[in-house]
Nanobody, 131 residues
Framework: EVQLVESGGGLVQPGGSLRLSCAAS????????MNWVRQAPGKGLEWVSG????????TYVDSVKGRFTISRDNAKNTLYLQMNSLKPEDTAVYYC????????????????????????WGQGTQVTVSS
C-alpha cells in the first residue's frame, strides 16, 4: 500500500522559512518522479513543484521560483520542500503527490502536470504565513 506522510508545516511570519518532508513507503520511491501540490483555503489544488526520479531535473510554478527548492533523498525514501521568503499567499495545505507512471516523465508534463497524472497523495501538512 502506497503511503505518503507529510510533516514540517506550521505557523511562520512573512519572510520566514519552513522545510517540509514527505516520507514515502509501499512503492519503489527511486523509480518515480514526485511533486508537491497545495490547496489554499477555498481554492482548488495547485501544483507547486516537481522533481525527476533521480533528482536531476526540478520544476516550479512561477509564483515560487527562486523561493522554494524541491529535493529528494532516495536512500531515505523522502521528498523535501525548502520554502524561503514565505508570503501570506503561500498559506495552504501542502501535499506530496506521486505520478501514476514510473520512470521518466516528459519535461512538458513535469512543468505543468494535471491532477489526473497523480495517483497518490499524502494527508497534507498545514502551512500558515501570517504576522
Amino acid at each position: 500500500e502506497v503511503q505518503l506522510v507529510e510533516s514540517g508545516g506550521g505557523l511562520v511570519q512573512p519572510g520566514g522559512s519552513l522545510r517540509l518532508s514527505c516520507a514515502a513507503s509501499g512503492f519503489t520511491f527511486s523509480s518515480y518522479a514526485m511533486n508537491w501540490v497545495r490547496q489554499a483555503p477555498g481554492k482548488g489544488l495547485e501544483w507547486v513543484s516537481g522533481i525527476r526520479l533521480d533528482g536531476a531535473i526540478t520544476t516550479y510554478v512561477d509564483s515560487v521560483k527562486g523561493r522554494f527548492t524541491i529535493s529528494r533523498d532516495n536512500a531515505k525514501n523522502t521528498l523535501y520542500l525548502q520554502m524561503n521568503s514565505l508570503k501570506p499567499e503561500d498559506t495552504a495545505v501542502y501535499y506530496c503527490a506521486k505520478y501514476k507512471s514510473s520512470g521518466g516523465i516528459p519535461i512538458a508534463t513535469m512543468r505543468n502536470p494535471k491532477n489526473s497524472d497523480f495517483d497518490s497523495w499524502g494527508q497534507g501538512t498545514q502551512v500558515t504565513v501570517s504576522s
